[in-house]
């Protein structure tokens, strides 16, 4: 109960550690998740991924979201040589669940290739994503140093608008 008091008598403190715990967690938080064939039609055939893919940028610890029929089509992964021919015999992984509703986390670099099976890979069911490392975050801009200059504009300034403002208020009660 007394550090709730306490936080209360100064929420500019508070608010400012509260600002810097969500800066310091945001990296955490910035994992996307992808939904394949979004706005087309979800995990479907006659669809073009490799459009759907070209201006998206796929990172660590994203995630594909394949949203599909569950009773004809899959989510398998394979090696580009299977993507390429549509071959689902060597599997990498298969992470049909048979729900159609099927997450897949992109957790390492590299190219990886999926395909549906049963024959909807020869109509365009088959996407390949170029996973990466995030982009470091951008440095923060140096801190400026104050010259003297701007030391002495501020001594002058603020007292002057402090000056201002008793004139002012001063001329207000005489008038009022």
């Given at each position: ?9 100064f ?5 400012t ?6 800066v310091?967690m945001l990296?955490q ?13 979800g995990?479907?055939s ?5 459009v759907?893919?070209?201006?998206k940028?796929?990172?660590l610890e ?5 949203v599909?029929d569950r009773?004809?089509?899959s ?16 599997l990498?992984?298969?992470y ?13 670099t590299?190219?990886?290739?999926f395909?549906?099976?049963?024959g909807?890979?020869?109509?365009g069911?088959?996407l390949?994503v170029h996973?990466?490392?995030k982009p ?5 801009a140096p ?5 003297p200059?701007?030391c ?7 007292p002057?608008?402090f000056?201002?403002g ?8 005489l008038?009022?």
């Amino acid at each position: 109960m007394v550090r709730v008091a306490a936080a209360m008598r100064f929420p500019p403190l508070f608010a400012t550690v509260a600002c810097a715990l969500m800066v310091v967690m945001l990296p955490q938080v910035t994992a996307k998740r992808y939904l394949v064939g979004k706005h087309m039609g979800g995990w479907t055939s006659n669809v073009n991924y490799t459009v759907w893919a070209k201006d998206k940028h796929f990172y660590l610890e994203d995630w594909l979201y394949f949203v599909y029929d569950r009773n004809q089509m899959s989510v398998l992964e394979v090696n580009k040589t299977n993507y390429e021919t549509c071959n689902s015999d060597h599997l990498l992984g298969n992470y049909t669940t048979g729900a159609g509703r099927d997450v897949v986390e992109l957790n390492v670099t590299g190219y990886r290739y999926f395909i549906s099976g049963n024959g909807f890979c020869y109509g365009g069911m088959k996407l390949a994503v170029h996973t990466v490392k995030k982009p470091s975050p951008p440095k923060p801009a140096p801190v400026k140093s104050y010259s003297p200059t701007t030391c002495y504009k501020s001594q002058f300034i603020v007292p002057l608008a402090f000056a201002v403002g008793i004139v002012w208020d001063f001329f207000l009660n005489l008038m009022g």
